[in-house]
C-alpha cells in the first residue's frame, strides 16, 4: 500500500496568499483527519471526516480555514488568506473502522511557511 | 474532558541507557492507549498499542503496559540507541466508534553516542 499521501511536501507563500493541501487517504480507509504542528502548540486536530463527511471542525482555528472532502479517496485544506502565524506543518492522516482500534496512519507532512 | 500527560522534554540520553517516558491519562470509560514516534522529519508511526488493562504492548523493544489502577501507560526500552531518537507521543481513544485520539504533547528523546 502506498500510505497516505500529502502534497505539496513544502510550500512558501507570502501572507494573503491562498494555500491549498491535498491528501489522499489508505484506500479503504473511512476516517480522515487534519493536524497542524508547531512547536509553541503541539499537535492540533483542525477536523475530521467520516465517509467524506465532516464530524468535527472544532479545531479549524478560524474561517479562513475550510477543509473538503469531495470522494473517499481527496480531501484538501485551504488557508486564504494566510498568515504569517500559520505557518506550520500540516498532517493528515488516515484510520478504518474495520482495522486496528483506532489506529491512524499518518502522511508525511506538508511544511507551510508563510512569510 | 479525556487529556493524556506525558513528561516533559527532551530527555537525553547515553547510547544502551534504560529508557522510561512516563504518560499518564485521565478518561471516562475504558480507552485504548497507543504510543506514536515521530523520527525528523516524518509523520507520526505507531509504535505499540494497548486496548485493555494490564495489556502490555510491545515492539522495536519497546513496550508499556496499561495500568488501570494508576492511570498509566509508561514507555519503556532497556537500551536504546542512537536510531531511537525521536519525538514519542502518548495518545488515548475511547469507545470503539470514537475514531479520534486525544494526544500528549509529545516527548523529545535525544540519544548521544
Known amino acids: 500500500d502506498a500510505g497516505v499521501i500529502q502534497s505539496p511536501r513544502h510550500e512558501v507563500t507570502e501572507m494573503g496568499q491562498e494555500v491549498t493541501l491535498r491528501c489522499k487517504p489508505i484506500s479503504g480507509h473511512d476516517y480522515l483527519f487534519w493536524y497542524r504542528q508547531t512547536m509553541m502548540r503541539g499537535l492540533e486536530l483542525l477536523i475530521y471526516f467520516n465517509n467524506n463527511v465532516p464530524i468535527d471542525d472544532s479545531g479549524m482555528p478560524e474561517d479562513r480555514f475550510s477543509a473538503k472532502m469531495p470522494n473517499a479517496s481527496f480531501s484538501t485544506l485551504k488557508i486564504q488568506p494566510s498568515e504569517p502565524r500559520d505557518s506550520a506543518v500540516y498532517f493528515c492522516a488516515s484510520s478504518t473502522t474495520g482495522g486496528s482500534y483506532n489506529e491512524q496512519f499518518f502522511g508525511p507532512g506538508t511544511r507551510l511557511t508563510v512569510l | ?113
Request: proline letters at 4%.
Open chain 2, 1 to 113: 474532558g479525556d487529556s493524556v500527560t506525558q513528561m516533559e522534554g527532551p530527555v537525553t540520553l547515553s547510547e544502551e541507557a534504560f529508557l522510561t517516558i512516563n504518560c499518564t491519562y485521565t478518561a471516562t470509560g475504558y480507552p485504548s492507549l497507543f504510543w506514536y514516534v515521530q523520527y525528523p522529519g516524518e509523520g507520526l508511526q505507531l509504535l505499540l498499542k494497548a486496548t485493555k488493562a494490564d495489556d502490555k504492548g510491545s515492539n522495536k523493544g519497546f513496550e508499556a503496559t496499561y495500568r488501570k489502577e494508576t492511570t498509566s501507560f509508561h514507555l519503556e526500552k532497556g537500551s536504546v540507541q542512537v536510531s531511537d531518537s525521536a519525538v514519542y507521543f502518548c495518545a488515548l481513544s475511547v469507545g470503539s466508534s470514537n475514531y479520534q485520539l486525544i494526544w500528549g504533547a509529545g516527548t523529545k528523546l535525544i540519544i548521544k553516542p
